[in-house]
């Protein structure tokens, strides 16, 4: 059984800096793209930032140039690095993964991790 674990969310002031990581936890053969979501209250959920097996990224407009989307294929983790935040940047962010657990099940499926709550004070 596969589990997405987040960790990294909380308070900031606007202008400051997080950093949100997420942990493929369980049996993981591969994982292909790794994306970070965002969901305000009364908003639809929406992409922020993906990162596919190759390493090619693609972001959200209103990130680009601010946050920064990595991951460790060795420890099944991707980080999402958030600079000079505002306040609009505040939300829930959702971790996400197509993942091929293995060990006979050789489907791709697609995950999710529990949500981790962004607030930016401005």
């Known amino acids: 059984q596969v589990q997405l674990v987040e960790s990294g969310g909380g308070l900031v002031q606007a202008g400051g800096s997080l950093r949100l990581s997420c942990a493929a936890r369980?049996?993981?053969?591969?994982?292909?793209?790794m994306s970070w979501y965002r969901q305000a209250p009364g908003k639809q959920r929406e992409l922020v930032a993906a990162i596919r097996s190759g390493g090619s990224t693609n972001y959200d407009d209103s990130v680009k140039g601010r946050f920064t989307i990595s991951r460790d294929n060795a420890r099944n983790t991707v980080h999402l690095q958030m600079n000079l935040l505002k306040a609009e940047d505040s939300a829930v962010y959702y971790c996400?993964?197509?993942?091929?657990?293995?060990?006979?099940?050789?489907?791709?499926?697609?995950?999710w991790g529990q949500g981790t709550q962004v607030t930016v004070s401005s």
């Open positions: 996400n993964a197509d993942i091929v657990p293995g060990e006979g099940n050789w489907v791709p499926r697609n995950y």
């Open positions: 369980g049996t993981v053969f591969s994982i292909n793209a």
